[in-house]
């Protein structure tokens, strides 16, 4: 049987294949680029490039791509052959450094918020060395940044990349005033965890709204859904284990650290969470497993949804984003120790993220924002909209002790006791953990579960990143400038922990007191859809952090605001036609069709006998008909709503049309027809039910 070890990173040109290929002046040139942020030596791109092509090759690719990834969301590639002709009318093979670090893709046919017209084409792919190139099919896959002709960022990778390279600058100042001089990079490191449904091939195809949207917009309630607790951690169906094997293998053989998977709360809903790793490679990553989810579930027979609420009722999907800050060492910055009281340099980085995440709540709510995700945050499966931190009792006990100056005595270690005596008997970690909390230390890293399941990591990473390395300049800036260190860092620490404790939060997260109280007594911010929070991203505050750290310039983010507000408005457009079309050409005439065979058999039964009853028939046959009526008119509303869509001036009017009128509307005619589900028989009814598509698979 093939071990996991032998086959584990065999599609990709990793450090491995590097040694094996590349002289050792070529290998350690790229590796200090890779490793420091070394500029890149233009002569090692040929010497890369050929044995990037020669192993390639070997491993049957016969085409490259720039694998980039635009502000769609999702990846992009185009895919040219290493073939070029020969005097002898055959071809060989070739591949230079000039293709390697430089593509020109289109930079007009993608989402650039104004940057680019029509007519303004030419874009530019940059070889980015940090992340491993690799196989896909017969297709070397090279990752690159994407930029327009003038230099702009038109992905997510250029503005992560920066982000890193903020954080890594302020964070080596902090680490200079420590005495550490021997640290040459500092990274962020990022463990997505993923989670996702899967339903058949045969009732996705059924089903319009799932395949033009990614979830259902209509659908009554299954008679049971997630109440019995039962799927959670549950015994994997063997078309699923199967399923998750072949994904496994897949992700394996492209080096991504695919380590944990099982069943999630509501049924058919799954989750894999990887070993985290460095932000731009887990990035990366997790833009190839969702990929990958999708065409492995094909293989099967399977459809997988990463929408973040497919299904009305059970729980939705996220993906939690477990943060953490590292030196090239190996030194985890926000691990505690034994000691955390005594830890300042780790008390330090505590600080910087509280105050990062406290000034700037707005821009991780924005970065989260999709159509998707304002489905399900604030409902009880995910955390509320309002942003605060979870601590623990260990860590909250030391900031309040900073604080007020009053002794330290530690947590005592408390061993588990469970009663029986063959069992082990272990120490109990000295916080719980609390998963109502958007924000929350787990350990040694911070981790952001507002995400949603089909959002690219990398917005909410630029977000946090940037923060922190707000924070970090402003304590490296005022302790260079003290006359006694240690004074001036224990003032510090202390002052912050006044200033944003207000955002620490170890309570329910779900209860509605919480929610006043954050906002009414903390003065937190509750921004709960995406027209709510997206147009702040241009307050002048972030503006001014993010452009003063040279992650975004102003162009740039006025353009994202565009780009993610026009998003937000085609999704939920796209929504309401879909439930216009499923409505008036589908969903009524099966409730009519119903309706009249009622009427027919309660005919019927009156011509045999005048004294027979035919009350069930006549009954239901009123209800439906009203139901009938009903729809209708909803759909004609609906239908208005959108038309008047056309008169909004700008995008951000008519998002807050889609919220304030739109999408109340559509919930009025889902409401409609969910009740006429509940009425009509199933074998007129056009679609699977939630019952069929929740425990379809077997």
């Not at 044995?51 to 491993?59: F, R, Y």
């Not at 046959?621 to 869509?645: F, M, N, P, Q, Y």
């Not at 559509?666 to 028989?681: F, K, Y």
Request: proline content about 4%.
């Amino acid at each position: 049987m093939e071990k996991v070890s032998d086959y584990f990173g065999c599609m990709v040109f990793d450090d491995r294949v590097m040694k094996a290929t590349l002289s050792a002046k070529v290998y350690q040139s790229l590796k200090r680029t890779m490793d420091e942020g070394v500029r890149l030596d233009p002569g090692v791109a040929d010497a890369v490039a050929a044995a990037m092509k020669d192993w390639a090759v070997a491993h049957g690719a016969t085409h490259y791509t720039h694998w980039f990834q635009p502000l769609t969301g999702v990846t992009a590639e185009k895919h040219d052959s290493f073939i070029s002709p020969s005097p002898d009318g055959g071809v060989i093979m070739e591949f230079s450094g000039k293709e390697l670090i430089k593509g020109e893709p289109d930079a007009s046919s993608f989402p650039s918020g104004g940057l680019r017209a029509t007519f303004e084409a030419r874009g530019y792919t940059a070889w980015d060395p940090t992340s491993y190139a690799f196989i896909k099919g017969k297709t070397l896959c090279i990752p690159t940044a994407f930029c327009s002709y003038g230099g702009e960022a038109l992905d997510k990778k250029t503005p992560l990349l920066r982000s890193m390279e903020a954080l890594n600058k302020q964070a080596l100042r902090i680490l200079r005033l420590f005495g550490n001089d021997s640290v040459k990079c500092v990274r962020t490191s990022v463990g997505p965890e993923q989670e996702y449904f899967l339903i058949t091939k045969e009732m996705y195809d059924q089903r319009p709204d799932l395949r033009f949207t990614g979830r259902t917009l209509f659908g009554a309630r299954s008679p049971k859904g997630q109440e019995m607790d039962d799927h959670y951690f549950g015994v994997i169906k063997p078309r699923v284990a199967a399923y998750m094997e072949e994904l496994n293998h897949e992700l394996w053989k492209l080096g991504i650290l695919a380590k944990t998977e099982h069943n999630e709360v509501a049924p058919a809903q799954h989750e894999l969470a990887p070993i985290y790793t460095t932000t731009n490679i887990a990035t990366d990553h997790n833009q190839l497993t969702m990929e990958i989810m999708q065409k492995v579930a094909a293989k099967h027979g399977l459809v997988c949804l990463l929408h973040e609420k497919p299904f009305a009722g059970v729980n939705g999907s996220g993906k939690h984003n477990n943060w953490s800050i590292s030196t090239d060492s190996g030194v985890n910055l926000l691990s505690p120790g034994e000691t955390p009281y005594e830890n300042a340099q780790f008390l330090l980085f505590l600080c910087a993220v509280i105050k990062a995440v406290d000034d700037y709540q707005d821009l991780l709510r924005i970065s989260v924002a999709t159509a998707g995700n304002d489905h399900r945050l604030g409902a009880n499966e995910a955390p509320p909209a309002v942003v605060s931190i979870f601590l623990g009792d260990e860590l909250n006990a030391v900031l309040e002790a900073l604080e007020t100056g009053a002794p330290y005595s530690g947590t005592e270690k408390t061993q588990m006791k469970l009663g029986v005596s063959v069992l082990p008997r272990f120490n109990r970690d000295t916080t719980d953990r609390n998963r109502t909390s958007p924000f929350a230390f787990t350990g040694n890293k911070f981790e952001f579960r507002m995400l949603g399941s089909s959002n690219s990591i990398a917005c909410a990473n630029i977000m946090l990143n940037s923060a922190v390395a707000e924070s970090l300049k402003i304590y490296a800036d005022r302790l260079e400038k003290a006359e006694d260190f240690e004074t001036a860092l224990h003032d510090m620490i202390c002052k912050t922990i006044k200033d944003h404790k207000h955002i620490i939060f170890n309570g329910n997260g779900y209860d509605d007191t919480w929610i006043k109280e954050a906002t009414e007594n903390r003065g937190l911010l509750n921004y709960r859809t995406t027209p709510d929070c997206m147009p702040h991203l241009l307050d002048k505050k972030n503006v001014d952090m993010l452009t003063s750290h040279k992650v975004f310039s102003e162009t740039e983010l006025k353009s994202r605001c565009d780009i993610m507000l026009e998003n937000y408005c085609k999704a939920v457009l796209i929504e309401a036609n879909t439930m216009i079309d499923m409505a008036r050409t589908q969903i009524a005439p099966a409730i009519e069709e119903y309706t009249l065979k009622l009427a027919q058999t309660a005919a019927a039964k009156k011509a045999l006998d005048v004294s027979l009853g035919c009350g069930y028939e006549s009954g239901l046959v009123k209800k439906l008909s009203g139901l009938t009526d009903r729809i209708a008119v909803k759909v004609t509303e609906l239908e208005d709503a959108v038309t008047a869509l056309h008169t909004a001036e700008d995008i951000i009017e008519e998002s807050y049309a889609i919220r304030d009128t739109l999408l109340p509307k559509m919930g009025e005619l889902r409401l409609a027809c969910d009740e006429a589900e509940t009425m009509t028989a199933k074998d007129y009814w056009p679609f699977p039910t939630y019952g069929d598509l929740l425990f379809g698979v077997r």
